[in-house]
């Protein structure tokens, strides 16, 4: 499978001919300016790890051109059809599991808030762990640490995380490595940093740290694309 990193938390993932996109803010995404436009990706899955503007992003248009399923928490999926009349929606909320005919998705705690835009609530923010292909991805949402990362780390082997490191509106780099020691990745991605002034941080602050941990980080540029 691949994984194409869109900066800051959009992420697009191709499993056995299927496409999932995760978390699509494109549009004043500063990181993917002339990488790719929000009207080039047409995703047959849609994840949400919550609905702040930065995560939410792109859906509406999305949704109108390509009218995949969207997996999200019961608020965002009944907002959808409430706001936007669309019904191709898949609800889940915190630790619930699901088997898809592509792949397995647990929703994850994450300790943040969810909300859109107007004020809507959003239900509970969250992650998501993914296992594809018989691998197991990680991708936490907006988070801080939380000591059940520890089960998510006895109970699955994670072949990748996705973990924010921009402070402020997250954790930032210390305690992402702190994360890496609950949850055990193979390897882990750094997302949800420089995008805005309020989470610009040195990324060595993370690289650094891991390496003195004795973890493997792998910082991916916007429009890269690793395989697993
Ligand atoms: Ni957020
Ligand atoms: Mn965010």
């Known amino acids: 499978m691949t994984i194409t990193y869109f900066g800051h938390s959009a992420l697009q993932i191709e499993t056995n001919g299927t496409t999932l996109l995760v978390d699509p803010f494109i549009t004043g ?4 300016q002339g990488v790719v436009t929000a009207g080039e990706l047409s995703p047959d899955v849609l994840l949400l790890t919550h609905a702040h503007g930065d995560h939410w992003g792109d859906t509406p248009s999305i949704i109108e051109r390509a009218a995949p399923l969207v997996v999200a928490d019961f ?3 009944s907002y959808l059809g409430r706001a936007h009349e669309y019904e191709n929606v898949h609800p889940m909320n915190t630790g619930g599991a699901w088997d898809f005919e592509w792949g397995r998705v647990v929703r994850t ?8 835009l107007d004020g809507t609530y959003g239900g509970l923010a969250g992650g998501f762990l993914l296992e594809l292909e018989g691998k197991t991805i990680y991708n936490s949402g907006d988070t801080c640490a939380f000591a059940e990362m520890a089960w998510l780390g006895e109970d699955y082997e994670i072949d990748l995380a996705f973990l924010p490191i921009g402070d402020d509106f997250t954790m930032g780099p210390e305690e992402a490595v702190r994360c890496v020691e ?4 193979k390897q882990t991605v750094p997302v949800h940093y420089d995008t805005f002034p309020y989470i610009e941080v040195d990324i060595s602050r993370f690289t650094d740290a891991m390496e003195e941990a004795g973890f493997s980080a792998r910082v991916m540029a916007p429009g890269e694309t690793l395989t697993l």
Do not use: D
């Open 109 to 116: 705690y994450a300790r943040h808030s969810s909300s859109f």
């Open 182 to 185: 609950m949850l055990g990745p």
């Open 75 to 77: 608020e965002i999926t």
């Open 29 to 32: 995404n500063k990181h993917v």
